[in-house]
């Protein structure tokens, strides 16, 4: 999935200007549109304004799916989701910092670990 085509859709769906995501989310439309474009790779603190600007979850932005997720207002997504408040906030924020930090290979690996413990797929070597 292509993350730029991925954010125009979810901003047309709520029909919304970049105008309109640029008072919601302080980042310059000129700015937007690069990222809508493509020529711009947003950081994950990036991704997060822009998902509050849209009022989705930062996972939605990564949806593959054929159907267009459910689109929560931003204050019911907040009080459900662990990472808004506390222990999770500072978590996550320590999370975001570290992989803005990696570097692109370090990120497919950890993803892939990742993967293949989510399904059950690793092996414990003695």
Not at 98 to 126: C, F, Y
Request: charged letters at 30%.
């Amino acid at each position: 999935m292509y993350i730029a085509d991925r954010l125009r859709e979810l901003r047309e769906y709520k029909n919304l200007s970049q105008g309109d995501m640029e008072k919601r989310t302080g980042l310059q439309r000129c700015y937007l549109s690069r990222v809508e474009n493509g020529h711009t790779v947003p950081a994950l603190e990036t991704l997060e304004k822009i998902s509050r600007g849209l009022e989705v979850s930062l996972y939605q932005l990564f949806y593959e799916n054929e159907e267009t997720p459910a689109t929560k207002p931003s204050f019911s997504v907040r009080k459900k989701d662990w990472a808004s408040r506390g222990k999770g906030l500072q978590f996550f924020a320590k999370l975001s910092r570290a992989l803005s930090r990696m570097s692109e290979k370090d990120r497919q690996i950890l993803l892939t670990v990742a993967a293949q413990l989510k399904n059950g797929n690793h092996t414990r070597k003695s």
